[in-house]
């Protein structure tokens, strides 16, 4: 009975471990000093604020890993763009949301170098072009696509410019100097090419169907194909989760109208071998 309770046990805090992790609402490793946030004061502090349909502000400088001083408009105005707020020495989760990314561009059928940019921006404005230079090395060679480092940005900046990104994409985080390290959601957004935030997907998993539809919607039609288009008729994006859900009803009027379409085809084509055997019925009596 012991040995049953100590699995049970292990089961259950392996599982709370796993459901915490993947929410992404805290990042902290291991510590041997008490916390200084409790956990409804994370709640609180730490999260993101939906904002879809509001825009960024383009005019912010950042300094890319080159060390170029960059403005974010010069990642817009063509293609949408997927934005992964991080920081470069995050000990756990900012990996995870970057792994996560790096899984879903191996599979995703949209093509980054041809139908939307990536911009991964540090809010730790301690980090440096070095470290970002770093870290995109990694996820290049780990991808093995060295042609994804021109769509594919890796950026820092001063505490006002990331103030102001954060904000207006509604992320929120907190630093905790006991712990030394940021407390933060794990989320990715799409945007348009115009630069309006256009949908969010949380965790540290990315469904490529998801961030197909996201990119497609985000381009208004111009990435993907008719079928996307056909399939967004048949899901709908829920903001509350991140994700995209089958719509029961459109796909009961999308069945309906094809059933319509498959009577009507089927009777044109009986009207049609009917009026054929009358007139060669007709032929034959003339004959």
């Given at each position: 009975m012991k040995a049953q309770h100590l699995k049970l046990a292990v089961t259950f805090w392996t599982g709370w471990a796993a459901l915490f992790l993947t929410n992404g609402l805290w990042a902290f490793g291991p510590?041997?000093?008490?916390?200084?946030?409790?956990?409804?004061?994370?709640?609180?502090?730490?999260?993101?604020e939906q904002k879809i349909g509001q825009s960024i502000p383009l005019n912010l400088e950042f300094v890319d890993e080159t060390g170029t001083t960059v403005s974010l408009a010069r990642y817009f105005g063509k293609r949408p763009v997927v934005i992964t707020p991080v920081y470069f020495e995050c000990p756990m989760l900012c990996t995870q949301v970057l792994n996560g990314l790096s899984r879903t561009l191996k599979v995703l059928t949209l093509d980054p170098t041809k139908d939307f940019t990536i911009v991964t921006y540090s809010f730790d404005p301690r980090d440096t072009p070095q470290l970002a230079a770093a870290k995109k090395a990694n996820y290049l060679q780990e991808l093995q696509r060295p042609e994804l480092g021109q769509h594919w940005a890796f950026l820092t900046g001063s505490q006002e410019a990331i103030t102001s990104l954060s904000q207006a994409l509604g992320f929120r985080y907190v630093w905790d100097e006991k712990l030394g390290q940021y407390a933060h959601a794990a989320a990715i957004m799409v945007l348009t090419p115009e630069g309006k935030i256009a949908r969010y997907f949380y965790g540290i998993e990315y469904p490529p169907r998801d961030l197909r539809f996201g990119l497609v919607e985000a381009s208004e039609g111009r990435v993907g194909s008719p079928v996307d288009q056909l399939l967004l008729l048949c899901y709908q994006y829920d903001p509350m989760t991140g994700k995209y859900g089958w719509i029961a009803m459109t796909s009961v009027r999308i069945g309906g109208l094809l059933t319509v379409l498959a009577i009507a085809g089927f009777i044109a084509i009986m009207l049609r071998k009917e009026f054929k055997a009358r007139r060669e019925a007709n032929l034959n009596q003339v004959g």
């Open positions: 510590q041997s000093e008490p916390q200084s946030l409790t956990p409804p004061t994370i709640l609180r502090e730490v999260g993101v």
